[in-house]
């Protein structure tokens, strides 16, 4: 059974630092997507970037490109959500997720943004609340 279980959420200053680690069990599979998403609540839960385990396509939202990055560490199979300057608006429950299969190769379904779709996500983690204030 494949898991995602997020860590690194808290409290950080505006204009500060996070980093969110994702790690990843029981995937069989030797390609896999970790895609990251935030959900403020009453709003609907927003893709934010998402890293492909194989070649390593990234694909990033507008709100957080060039502000945040993500990587992977596939030894560990364990991806990382690094978020910079941070502000109040960041604040949500931070979400990964792993996706195994793909309807065309997963290099391509990452690059095109297709992991940002909640629809799409085949394993959700349980979440990691960040909490931007002073």
């Known amino acids: 059974e494949v898991q995602a279980v997020e860590s690194g959420g808290g409290l950080v200053q505006p204009g500060g630092s996070r980093t969110l680690s994702c790690q990843v069990s029981?995937?069989?599979?030797?390609?896999?997507?970790v895609s990251w998403f935030r959900q403020i609540p009453g709003k609907e839960r927003e893709g934010i970037a998402c890293?492909?385990?194989?070649?390593?396509?990234?694909y990033y939202a507008d709100s957080v490109k060039g502000r945040w990055t993500v990587s992977r560490d596939n030894p560990k199979n364990a991806v990382e959500l690094h978020m910079t300057d941070l502000s109040p608006q960041d604040t949500a429950v931070y979400y990964c997720?792993?996706?195994?299969?793909?309807?065309?190769?997963?290099?391509?379904?990452?690059?095109?943004?297709?992991?940002?779709?909640?629809?799409?996500?085949?394993?959700w983690g349980q979440g990691t609340q960040v909490t931007v204030s002073s």
């Open positions: 997720a792993v996706t195994t299969q793909f309807p065309f190769p997963p290099n391509l379904w990452s690059g095109s943004g297709r992991c940002l779709r909640p629809a799409e996500i085949g394993t």
């Open positions: 029981g995937a069989s599979h030797p390609v896999w997507v």
């Open positions: 890293v492909s385990r194989g070649d390593g396509t990234k």
